[in-house]
């Protein structure tokens, strides 16, 4: 078969994608093996896959591949998210486009236009994530609104709730007025901003006197119930038992005294808002207040406010303002460096709002999940980022609100009666009998009970993501939680470290008395080349299909795990894709070339390697870099795994050992130098294989036509390193490439011969590498104990090769080039004292990076002492 001149990935993707599937490759069910179980945070339905999607999931595919190729069961599950808020919105704005109001269906009529847009965009994702090359196991799909996960949900809120750790009052929570729905703090996002700081007159009842107040929300003023200052603050004690005058309402309210107060901060009086911030909440709550909730679910103003109804809050702002002028209440306005508060979902500005809400009491949960990280049971990688992180979260954390005011998502399983009487049930039925038992008959002029009309967080589903997906709820003690829990890596972003990630081990305590997962590790966020967060607003989020169709699924795999240090932000750039395309390319050509001296093989092979220096450096390379990639892997640095295959192939097995074995012009190779050179190219794919899957199985099964799959080949045992080859295999390549220099300098053209005498103390190692050096600089060698006068000279360590032309030199340009080389050598050797003569890196470095410096420091000092020696001679 001919081989294109490029590879061209379209095709191939397709077929081994299929291939694949037909094989159930990726298909898990409990067996003897150890299981790898790996659960993928399931992507929202809303959308198509990010940038940080496609690093998230390519992580997981490698580990998982990885885990496949030695020995174990590997099972990933794939799965997605109903996102109630987000998928809510878009189904709202789909019918808005359709001419259908949301508030005109019935609960059931909006659910059924929700399930068809699950329908409709949810496979959008699952065709990203097998066209990304994922080997997820197809059969084990999960929705977070499937009927047994549904199921799962009621039957952990009953179960919290009759344990007392649900609860349901009324407290200060966030509102979202976009989507009018309550959020929990971790689902607001707080941003600096520039905003206007108002100084208000405040008239104080029966006297001329007023006090100065200043407030970011002029338009909440009609919400004031008190106003307070500091007990210590010998300004006001002369108002103590006084009244002040709202403006805009002219309502009265007390003055009162609370060391809540700061007397140092602006004028060091503070209008109480009980209905509109937290802190006057709490204050209200001490002193007895009244609560005015002046703002509508909506954001606009209600009755309560009095003036300004129905603006929204932020017009009713302007209107305020100009009113204050116009009385003369304004005393000045200025700008102010503040933090506001966004939701996550809507970017709307959230609002404090008093509302009766259900919540999980959080520290009773907190606890055993703090202490599976903080006593190492939970590995959190890179660890010494996040793991404070996640430690100061479970330590301050707040109770739950897990109420929220949609009708996409598990809706509560709470039934009233009109007296506000209430019971949790897991359904209807099951309702009315514990009412009966409780309350007796509903006093409802039907007899009839109403179900809560709210839904519950969607994190309240994901948080038994690693249990449910394997029906650990319904079913605690099945033969598939039992096999496969807990699962051996969760990768994620860091974003959701409290939403999720926590929260999922408090979970598996709860429910398993177990930890959910071995591992965690957190991928960086991804950004583009400017530093800026992606996003659609700005254009700069790529399309993934459009980047696979030009690139290929294994060029955006590889542009995005070659930038992708663990943990870090990367700064994504398609040109490391382009990187990608050009390492498929290097391999494709580097197959063909193999593939070109197939039909030159010895007719008669010696099928002996033993004496052939380029086969043994590369075995022992490639052992090198397998145990190298076996530790990285293991810390989860995969980024560097990568670029050592990537090294490893592209230098060392296309740039050195193919030149190496590479036969003479128009002359056969022997037989068993051909088949070992197809061993190490098998070897490699499969060593890159869990990174770049498609380019790798194409090439195995091109070279080897009788084989097994590559992505179910289980890789051998590393064997022995023999690090005195791989000493003499660098030495090589070393004196090659200054000697190429060398020529290249002196414009001596390759195909010119020359002669090399080679001074050394250490003859001995240049014999098993001399056939080779001869070859790639096409020169007769022999050893010298003397200078070679007439000569180039090269300083290679402590060895000196003189390169005899047989023409005349000039010794000043020679001496030029020393000078310089030893000017080089110099400068870097002080670099290298510096750093070995700093206590604390020497200390505080891994030994082995030392040793690595004391070596640098020894080649230095050798190489400079050859130069010095060199000079004398010319």
Known sequence: ?????????????????????????????????????????????????????????????????????????????????????????????????KGIDKNKLSREEFLKYAFEWKDKYGGIIYNQIERL?????????????????????????????????????????????????????????????????????????????????????????????????????????????????????????????????????????????????????????????????????DGTLSEAAQVFVGLDRFEARKKAVEQLAAEGLLYKEEEYTTRLGFSQRTNAVVEPRISTQWFVKMKELAEPALKEVVEGRIQIHPGDKFLATYKYWLENVKDWCISRQLWWGQRIPAWYDDKGNFVVAENETEAYSLYAERFDQPSTVDGRLKQDDDVLDTWFSSWLWPIEVFNGINEPNNKEINYYYPTSVLVTGQDIIFFWVARMVMAGMQYRNEKPFEHVYFTGMVRDKQGRKMSKSLGNSP????????????????????????????????????????????????????????????????????????????????????????????QFRLSEALKTIYSLIWDDFCSWYLEWVKPGFEQPIESAVYNKTVEFFEQLMQLLHPYMPFITEELYHTIKTQADDLCVKQFRSVETIN????????????????????????????????????????????????HILGKQVNASISFTSDAVPNSIVVAVEKDKFFIETGKALDAGALKEELLKDLDYQKNFLGSVVKKLSNERFVQNAKPEVVELERKKQADAEARIKTIEESLSNL
């Open 1 to 97: 078969m001919e081989l294109s001149k490029n590879y061209i990935p379209e095709q191939v993707e397709l077929k081994w994608t299929e291939h694949w599937k037909q094989k159930g490759y990726f298909k898990s069910v409990p067996d003897e093996r150890k299981a790898f179980t790996v659960v993928i945070p399931p992507p929202n339905v809303t959308g198509v896959l990010h940038m940080g999607h496609t690093l998230n999931e390519t992580v997981q595919d490698i580990l998982v591949r990885k885990a496949r190729m030695t020995g174990f069961n590997a099972c990933w599950v794939p799965g997605s998210d109903h996102a109630s808020i987000a998928t809510e919105a878009k189904v709202v704005q789909m019918l808005k486009e």
């Open 133 to 297: 090359g994922c080997s997820v196991d197809w059969d084990r799909v999960n929705f977070t609104m499937d009927d047994h996960y549904y199921k799962a949900v009621i039957k952990v809120f009953i179960d919290l709730y009759e344990k007392g750790l649900i609860y349901r009052g009324a407290r200060m929570i966030n509102w979202d007025p976009s989507a009018k729905t309550a959020l929990s703090d971790e689902e607001v996002e707080y941003k600096e901003i520039t905003g206007k700081l108002y100084h208000v007159k405040y008239k104080i009842a029966d006297n001329d006197e007023y006090i100065v107040i200043a407030t970011q929300r002029p338009e909440t003023i009609m919400g004031d119930t008190a106003i307070c200052v500091n007990p210590t603050d010998e300004r006001y004690a002369h108002l103590k038992g006084k009244h002040a005058i709202v403006p805009l309402i002219n309502r009265k309210v007390p003055i009162i005294f609370d060391e809540y107060v700061d007397k140092e901060f602006g004028t060091g009086a503070l209008k109480v808002t009980p209905a509109h911030d937290i802190n006057d909440y709490n204050l209200g709550l001490k002193h007895n207040l009244e609560v005015v909730d002046t703002l509508n679910e």
């Open 543 to 634: 399309d993934l299909l459009e980047l696979i169709d030009k690139y290929g699924a294994d060029a955006v795999r590889f542009g995005i795990m070659i930038s992708s240090p663990a943990g870090n932000d990367l700064l994504f750039d398609e040109a490391s894709l382009e990187q990608g395309r050009n390492f498929n390319n290097k391999m494709w050509n580097a197959l063909k070339l193999i593939k070109m001296w197939e039909g030159k093989k010895l007719a008669v092979s010696l099928d002996k390697t033993s004496g052939n220096f380029a086969i043994t450096w590369f075995e022992n390379r490639l052992n090198e870099v397998r145990t190298e990639v076996d530790g990285l892997m293991k």
């Open 723 to 770: 690090a005195s080859v791989l000493t003499e295999g660098e030495l090589l390549k070393k004196v090659i490439t200054s000697i190429r220099e060398a020529r290249a300098k002196n414009q001596l053209k390759p195909k010119d011969e020359v002669k090399l005498h080679i001074q050394t103390n250490t003859e001995q190692q240049y014999k098993a590498i001399e």
